[in-house]
């Protein structure tokens, strides 16, 4: 039988004892003796968040393909058990071999989002690996961050070995042997990390150096030795049809956020929406081939059991053989009693009929994100979405017996005006008349219900917007109460519910996302003064962290209000995204001239990740205009 | 055709609530390509009920489910299929084919046996033949249940069936009442053991394995207890 890490007396304490013992459906387990690279593969937040993670799940069976190499899974240990860990000393683990975390020879983080730093700081404490990478010895596991918030490294600088810029499926192999062939020579760390860092999509942090100008912006930023580049340029699958997909995921017992087959169509998006981060760093679009994703998806369920299949990707409307595949997987679903979750499309003909094949109606809502109220913001922020669009396919699904419409906005947008914001009202007005405008009121199915929720605007790395001045909490709140007053002021008030998300951890988010370095030890100190689960509204700790940032000196209006030089550098500058910086000042301009630019396989507009040499920038661009907004 | 599925459950698995285990054998039920009857509408259910639900923390080697099936292939083969599919810690035992008019495997429940050991160090030290006698002669064993709202008190005496040591002295054998209405937790029962010989129990010191779960056979004066796949029948 199997041995844990806790105790019984420990697991029938806490909080859903089964986030800790592994032995699920499709773990992988095998014979620590006889293999050479030991991996521990962390997400640090709870379990069920984690083991939701696709990503995770390609890289786990990607590294347990390889024969001398044995991948494990490591969560956050939730709030009860990280006292209890604490109190009685126990290292943290991984939950196929129960082994401690600290004798692994690599601990791979997954980055998602910021607030999640403080739980990385959280995952090195409980295994018993110092905090900065500088303090580590070969006793410790090699410490490699991965995710979309390694773009902007700088601020988790400190506590990483390396970082691994880009998809994960090309380079491990390279860096497993390089480290075994290391560890056959007896060279020291040091000199692991410097040859590490040659390889393609590897930084190694501390083998660079940041000097920074009077006013606090970055004077230069190179490496301190000579070969070592200095610029990293992302790593990508070309092609995403002939590559590592995890054909026996590892089944959950306890219910997860996804607790089905997720299968990735593509990657990458045609559009260039400007306040989107995902847009520019998966450039170019890459599509999977249809053939290969239908064998995928009945051997996945074959070997899983899930009753559920999802498509992932960006914008999946947008992916070319969606009919193909979804009437495909509406037969071959509707055959096993497997139900299909969609992702949100473009809602059309197509996409309602999909939708009510697969779906209740009276259950299911259609989604809509304009992002942005008005027309006029809608051009800035390049999200081509018009009111018409949106009105003709309300009333085309009104007809159809739909009755609940959902839709996102963002505040805090650059150049967003009063009017823009009552423009996010006046929509879901607009939307409500036209329900009422459409059906005859026998033909009603009910009063109409709109949600319309916003979100608060962070300007991102790597996207058109990383210029822009993020609004203050204040000013947050006041745009916040400005919808909810124009909203209340809509003949179709009633039929209208707004919703509208805290603004507290913006602030935190706005200062890790741009931000560099010298954050690393204001991160470090809010951590030891008990920040952890930051994502979590009831552990967030606001005037904690804003305490931390006073204490440490942390100008917050420098990372968050200040609006950026054309010509400043940036912390992430050093990489390589695929996007260029020219393009990206050449979009921000566009921008502000309120500007529409064509998406990619309308018009090729140089974006520069045509140098991957694959994907969409390959293709001949098919469309002659955008009609399919 | 309805089957009614015996299995197992020990080791890592006590730590897997009763609605993830329902989860558990629903795909294991899917890998294992078992011919199961769906509920109609959008999201097709599995037509399946389990018996008594197990609490966390407990062992079993007595759990039934049924299930509703629209081929057979052998008791033996279906047993096969699921073993096939199960994690370390859960095994298929048994596979009956029930008569038709056979009632659900919930409202079958009348009693379950329990086999109750103690933790290194935590048997008390009155734990003897006689002390368990005298326990299980009293006329009438009463106990209070707190709700949120209230505390009522009640006999539990009419609703125990068996109360003994085992040969070695090392087990207490336990059987009571599960039906739906008058379930009683094992631990109660011991609670109230320990409070009749001056001692409070910590719960967490007993180690309890479910050990069958049983339908009366007989009728309500006089019960008979068989385990709950006695109705059913062994198919080729
Ligand atoms: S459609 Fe726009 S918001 Fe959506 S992924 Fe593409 S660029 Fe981002
Ligand atoms: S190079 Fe052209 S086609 Fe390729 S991603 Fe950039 S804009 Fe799109």
Redesign the interface.
């Known amino acids: 039988m199997r041995n844990l890490a806790l105790s019984d007396e420990i697991l029938l304490q806490v909080e859903k004892p089964a986030r800790y013992i592994g032995n699920e459906v499709n773990s992988v387990i095998k014979d620590s003796s006889a293999v050479d690279v030991r991996f521990a593969m962390c997400f640090p937040d709870v379990y069920e968040i984690g083991m939701s993670h696709l990503g995770i799940q390609i890289i786990y069976d990607m590294l347990n393909q390889f024969e001398d190499t044995w991948c494990e899974r490591v969560y956050s240990p939730w709030p009860d058990l990280d006292s209890i860990m604490r109190k009685e000393g126990i290292p943290l683990f991984a939950l196929e071999s129960q082994d401690p975390v600290r004798d692994f020879d690599f601990l791979g983080i997954t980055i998602q989002y910021e607030l999640c730093y403080t739980n990385i700081l959280q995952v090195l404490d409980l295994s018993g690996i110092p905090f900065l990478a500088t303090e580590r010895t070969w006793a410790h596991p090699i410490v490699i961050g991965g995710g979309p918030c390694t773009y902007n490294p700088e601020p988790i600088a400190d506590f990483f070995d390396m970082f691994y810029i880009g998809e994960g499926e090309t380079q491990y192999r390279p860096l497993l042997d390089l480290y075994k062939e290391c560890r056959r020579q007896g060279l020291s760390r040091t000199a692991f990390l410097e040859q590490a860092a040659k390889l393609p999509g590897i930084y190694v942090p501390q083998l660079y150096e940041t000097a920074y100008h009077e006013d606090g912006t970055i004077a230069s930023f190179a490496p301190k030795l000579a070969g070592i580049p200095a610029t990293i340029t992302k790593e990508l699958v070309t092609d995403l049809s002939r590559t590592y997909y995890p054909l026996k995921p590892v089944v959950p017992f306890i219910k997860c956020t996804q607790d089905r087959v997720v299968l990735e169509i593509q990657r990458g998006c045609i559009r260039g929406c400007r306040f989107c981060q995902a847009g520019q760093l998966y450039r170019p679009v890459r599509e999977r081939d249809a053939q290969m994703l239908k064998e995928t998806a009945l051997q996945m369920l074959d070997n899983t059991g899930h009753e559920e299949i999802s498509l992932s990707s960006l914008s999946s409307s947008d992916y070319s053989q969606l009919e193909e595949l979804v009437s495909f997987l509406i037969d071959s679903c509707r055959e096993r009693k497997v139900n299909i979750s969609l992702p949100s499309l473009r809602i059309d003909a197509f996409s309602l009929e999909v939708m009510e094949k697969v779906q209740d109606i009276k259950k299911s809502s259609l989604t809509f994100a304009p992002e942005a109220g008005s027309q006029r913001l809608r051009d800035v922020i390049n999200k081509g979405l018009t009111e018409e669009v949106i009105l003709k396919g309300a009333a085309l699904a009104f007809r159809g017996g739909w009755n609940r419409v959902k839709l996102y906005f963002m505040l805090g947008l650059p150049t967003e005006t009063e009017e823009d914001i009552r423009g996010i009202a006046e929509l879901a007005n607009k939307i409500a008349a036209v329900y009422y405008e459409v059906l005859p009121r026998e033909q009603r199915n009910g009063r109409v219900q709109i949600v319309a929720s916003t979100s608060f605007f962070i300007p991102k790395p790597f996207t058109p917007f990383q210029w822009a001045p993020q609004c203050t909490r204040e000013a947050f709140i006041e745009k916040a109460y400005m919808t909810k007053r124009a909203v209340s002021e809509q003949l179709n008030q009633k039929s209208i519910k707004y919703n509208w998300h805290e603004a507290d951890a913006s602030v935190m988010e706005g200062v890790l996302a741009r931000g560099d370095r010298r954050l690393c030890k204001p991160i470090l100190a809010a951590y030891q003064k008990g920040c952890i689960f930051d994502a979590w509204g009831e552990y967030y700790k606001h005037d904690v962290w804003m305490e931390t940032f006073a204490e440490c000196g942390v100008d917050i209006a420098f990372y968050t209000t200040r609006e950026r030089g054309l010509d400043e550098i940036f912390p992430w500058d050093f990489l390589d995204c695929g996007v260029s910086k020219a393009f990206l000042k050449k979009e921000w301009q566009n921008a502000l001239d309120g500007k529409v630019t064509p998406n990619c396989r309308v018009q090729c507009n140089a974006c520069g990740a045509a140098q991957f040499g694959c994907g969409v920038c390959t293709e001949p661009h098919t469309q002659t205009e955008d009609d399919t907004l | 055709m309805k089957l009614r599925i015996k299995f197992s459950k ?4 006590k ?3 009763h609605l ?1 285990v329902m ?2 054998f ?6 294992a390509g078992i011919d199961i009857a ?1 509920s109609t509408g ?3 259910h599995q037509i399946m009920s389990f018996a008594a639900p197990l609490g ?2 407990l062992e079993s080697n007595g759990e039934y489910m049924d299930i509703e099936v629209h081929s057979l292939t052998s008791s033996q083969q279906l047993i096969d299929a699921l073993n096939a ?1 199960m ?3 859960i095994r298929v035992l048994e596979a009956k084919l029930l008569p038709e008019d056979a009632g659900n495997a919930m409202a079958s429940v009348y009693a379950a046996r329990y086999a109750i050991r103690f933790r290194e160090g935590c048997a008390p030290a009155f734990l003897n033949r006689a002390t368990i006698a005298d326990f299980y002669s009293q006329p009438e064993i009463i106990v209070t249940k707190k709700t949120k709202r209230s505390e009522t008190t009640f006999d539990m005496k009419p609703h125990i069936f068996e109360c003994a040591l085992s040969q070695d002295e090392q087990t207490v054998l336990l059987t009571v009442d599960a039906s739906s209405s008058g379930n009683i937790k094992p631990a109660l029962v011991m609670h109230a053991y320990y409070e009749k010989n001056g001692g409070v129990l910590d719960e ?1 010191a007993l180690l309890i394995t479910r050990e069958d779960t049983y339908m009366n056979a007989g009728d309500e004066t006089t019960p008979k207890l068989e385990p709950l796949g006695f109705i059913g029948s062994d198919y080729e």
């Open positions: 020990h080791g890592v698995l730590f897997i609530g993830d989860r558990y629903q795909k294991a039920i899917r890998r769906y959008f999201s097709p966390v923390g599919q994690v370390e810690g967490f």
